[in-house]
């Protein structure tokens, strides 16, 4: 989204004083610009964090700022307030008549950062539509979404600054997940525009992951668009985003050989539980699987891939498990519920956690005094952990006898092969620039319809203002047929005037060429009718701080 030059500062004058006038401190603490050291993100290096653009610039992720108001006299108490009104005079005036709206991912993953930092920051399905109502509610923020998994915690947001957006977003994480925000900096990565773009599509198109593939991830990212449905911040830019995602990661999975041979998670934890026991013990290890949601039942499918036909399993209703008896039957699967769950424990070898509790169900106090496990299986008790946040608690490493492993520990299991699937992320790359170009010239292509809008808006108006002189003019008594007559003729004439001009904005971004002609004439529209005076959404949002600010 662009906005003019004509940008009015008298307006902005009228706008920021009185809200300096009623709370000065709340919106420097909102517009004032800020100082913050540059990160440097490299892509294929996880390792090493801030922006970087896949050309190999570097990004600042924080603009330096410098207002001086004069050497003349300023009352203390208005100092802030005056200080604020030349900062956004200065720099929000010029920032956002240069700047569309720009995507942004701010994000953590399994590459950046440990699941200590992504549990406390994870983000409840249930909870995703109070998430994006509140980062909507950021001053520089038009659309979100977001991304949480066992893998990563991912935000994508349209923003008016890039850099004010980022400082906002940032802010809002560290309140949600109570981490200091200096420790979110050194573990994010930041991603923009046609980066953020194609990171989503790896994403979607399993390239991200651990495990190179995986369908899963393709499922989280459908059900972003199912939780976003409805939701006022789930804008068209984020929602076409996601939805492209998602036809890039079945186009993926459809036209390369990338899933075959592919694992999840769940058969990730199951391979690292039977590198950890001893071969002797694989076929009488005692398992034990605790929840039967999505992951927990293929942890039960590959433990009967590996040759289990015997474990139980710990759920708070016996439906599920059940269900997943009938499906595999000649396995003996026992159930027992959630009460049961430390007697189970101390008779199993292995246990595999995968709930959505919020809180550990496993600490040190319910671990120590569990009773030791034979020796075939290596007098090691295996606590295998795929839940974010986490079921088992990092104080039980220190039990004993006990040996803790989490989604970060699944990185050994997937290390093999890396040929193979260097290979296949290249034929995936190749489907991925192909569609990162449609998506990035169906986004151009929306930059006419705020045009189309005001076009008709302002002929519209022209319309309303003679249609009342006519009718004024014909006399008070004009019979409600005659009336419909003239407004009909009115806005016939004014469609058919319209037709041609809306036909040259209208564009699919499918065609370079046409959405080139389409850019054009509407610049040309905006030059000629001077639309673009309007301040838009930034006016909207600074009112609606001045609202908030007196209530």
């Not at 990004?59 to 900062?87: T, V, W, Y």
């Not at 906002?168 to 923009?192: D, N, Q």
Request: charged content about 25%; glycine content about 6%.
């Amino acid at each position: 989204m662009a906005i003019s030059s004509t940008f009015s500062a008298a307006k902005l004058d009228s706008l920021l004083m009185n809200y300096c006038s009623s709370s000065s401190a709340s919106f420097s603490g909102a517009y004032f610009p800020y100082q913050q050291q540059m990160k440097v993100f490299s892509r294929p290096n996880h390792g090493n964090k801030g922006t970087v653009s896949r050309n190999g610039g570097v990004r600042c992720e924080a603009a330096e700022f410098n207002a001086a108001l004069g050497p003349q006299k300023i009352d203390p108490s208005k100092a802030s307030a005056l200080s604020a009104l030349q900062q956004l005079k200065t720099s929000a005036a010029d920032r956002y008549t240069k700047e569309r709206s720009s995507i942004v991912v701010i994000g953590l993953s399994v590459h950046t950062a440990p699941v200590e930092m992504r549990e406390k920051l994870a983000i409840p399905e249930a909870e995703m539509p109070r998430a994006i109502g509140e980062l909507c509610d950021l001053n520089h923020i038009e659309e979100a979404a977001v991304l949480s998994t066992c893998n990563r915690m991912e935000i994508y947001v349209v923003a008016l600054s890039q850099h004010r957006g980022v400082k906002e977003v940032t802010e809002w994480m560290s309140k949600t997940g109570g981490i200091p925000a200096s420790e979110i900096c050194e573990h994010r990565f930041l991603l923009y525009n046609k980066d953020a773009t194609q990171h989503l599509f790896e994403v979607s198109a399993g390239l991200d992951s651990l495990v190179l593939g995986e369908g899963q991830i393709l499922a989280q990212v459908r059900q972003v668009v199912k939780a976003g449905e409805g939701v006022l911040g789930f804008g068209r830019n984020v929602s076409g985003l996601f939805k492209h995602a998602i036809t890039v990661g079945k186009r993926v999975r459809t036209e390369t050989n990338i899933a075959a041979g592919a694992v999840s998670v769940s058969a990730a934890a199951v391979e690292l539980a039977f590198m950890k026991l001893p071969e002797s013990s694989h076929t009488t290890a005692r398992m034990l699987v605790v929840g039967a949601g999505k992951m927990g039942k293929l942890v039960i499918k590959h433990l009967v891939a590996k040759g289990c036909t015997k474990m139980v399993v710990v759920n708070r209703s016996e439906e599920k498990v059940a269900a997943i008896r009938e499906e595999m039957k000649g396995v003996e699967i026992i159930y027992r519920p959630f009460m049961d769950m430390l007697a189970c424990s101390s008779e199993a070898d292995v246990i595999f956690t995968s709930t959505a509790s919020e809180t550990p169900l496993f600490l040190k106090e319910h671990v120590k005094d569990l009773p030791p496990v034979s020796s075939e299986v290596g007098d090691l008790r295996l606590f295998i952990d795929i839940s974010v946040p986490r079921n088992v608690g990092s104080c039980v490493t220190d039990v004993e006898g006990a040996r803790v492993y989490n989604v970060d520990d699944l990185k050994e299991v997937v290390a093999a092969n890396k040929e193979d699937r260097l290979r296949k992320a290249m034929e995936a790359q190749a489907i991925i620039t192909e569609e990162l170009k449609q998506f990035e010239a169906w986004r151009d292509s929306l930059e006419t319809v705020p045009t189309i809008k005001k076009l008709r808006a302002y002929a519209d108006r022209i319309r309303l203002a003679e249609l009342e002189k006519c009718l004024s003019k014909m006399g008070e008594d004009i019979p409600k047929k005659t009336r419909k007559a003239v407004d009909d003729l009115s806005r016939g004439i004014v469609n058919k005037l319209l037709h041609g001009p809306m036909q040259h904005l209208r564009c699919d971004g499918n065609d370079n060429r046409t959405l080139n002609e389409a850019l054009e004439n509407m610049n040309a529209l905006n030059r000629m009718f001077g639309l673009e005076s309007d301040l838009s959404l930034v006016e909207q949002k600074i009112r609606a701080k001045v609202e908030q600010s007196q209530k």
